[in-house]
């Protein structure tokens, strides 16, 4: 028996979902060995993985590396866990995760066990707790296959340092044929330095009481000067006035933050779903009835127009950001 954990590089390191991956990896392997696969030639980027609890690491140095052709990538994953004979597949339920989980599952003909906020190994047999219905409950479910496959939401377990020592590092070189690649991505679009809201630990959103486009400049500069991402609502991104990847909500991307700010957003059921598991609620709007005002921790009534810019500048005075 042993577990993998697919990993994500980022920059120099790995991405902090990565390492909450490991620490959750290890807390239900009962002794087993925890094996990560990362997608990289380089060993730099697991060097730090070894006080996470990470002690063996396979690096793929192919051509799906920079291709992010997912076919392919589930593909070696899979060949990998075979390889080791793993019991359990642990993604991060990020983007990447949510696109590739899903295809190691099929692969492996294993049960899926998605956006898991709890795992727990139990009688032999690894048992997890899901949200369900919006956010309004939670159920334990487990794999009845003999590989379970494990997305793991964001933000809700702990990267905790435990240990020193090194990694030991190997090369993993997949079999595979050509014929696996069913679609390649060519080109990549994003913006160099922003923030993916499903990973970040503070995210400012806004809402139709931004009125337009124009003015999202305060929700940026407020999310600037605290380090955090921007987010947006339903009806903001339907509007066109955000793109699609910062939507937060039941249609959007399911957030789990220390701290959201709602800056002029009501708080309409769906945006709820997807972020009132956040830590801490902070809520800005003008109607002291909003629904958002349920769920905050902190509620200003009044209007962003007159708060944002002031929040932002007492913020930056002390984060210098």
């Keep these: 028996m042993s577990i993998l954990v697919v990993l994500e590089p980022h920059n120099d390191g790995l991405k902090r979902t990565s390492y909450e991956a490991i620490g959750a990896a290890c807390a239900i392997s009962n002794g087993a060995p925890v094996h990560g696969i990362v997608f990289s030639a380089s060993e730099s980027h697991v060097a730090h993985a070894s006080s996470y609890g990470l002690q063996q690491c396979m690096l793929v140095n192919t051509d799906e590396a920079t291709r992010q052709e997912s076919a392919k990538m589930a593909a070696t994953i899979a060949e990998a866990a075979r390889s080791i004979n793993a019991t359990a597949v642990v993604f991060a339920a990020n983007s990447f995760g949510k696109s590739i989980a899903p295809r190691v599952a099929i692969r492996l003909e294993a049960g899926l066990l998605a956006d898991c906020v709890e795992i727990h190994s139990a009688d032999g047999s690894l048992k997890a707790v899901r949200p369900v219905y919006s956010g309004k409950a939670r159920i334990t479910v487990s794999a009845t296959t003999e590989v379970s496959v494990i997305t793991l939401r964001p933000n809700v377990f702990t990267a905790k340092q435990t240990s020193s020592g090194s990694v030991s590092c190997s090369a993993f070189t997949s079999t595979l044929s050509a014929s696996v690649r069913s679609a390649a991505v060519t080109g990549q679009t994003k913006n160099e330095g922003t923030l993916d809201v499903s990973e970040a630990d503070i995210i400012v959103s806004g809402g139709r009481g931004l009125k337009g486009p124009e003015h999202f400049h305060l929700v940026e500069e407020l999310a600037k000067s605290l380090g955090g991402a921007v987010g947006a609502s339903r009806a903001v991104v339907d509007a066109g006035w955000r793109p699609h990847r910062e939507q937060v909500g039941q249609t959007g991307k399911t957030v789990s933050p220390t701290m959201y700010v709602a800056c002029g957003i009501s708080g309409a059921v769906q ?22 005002f349920t769920v905050a921790d902190y509620g200003v009534v009044g209007d962003v127009f007159d708060i944002l ?3 932002t500048s007492a913020i930056s005075s002390v984060t210098g950001k």
């Design 271 to 292: 945006h709820l779903a997807g972020m009132s598991s956040s830590k801490i609620i902070v809520a800005i709007n003008k109607d002291k009835d909003a629904p958002i």
């Design 309 to 311: 810019p002031k929040l």
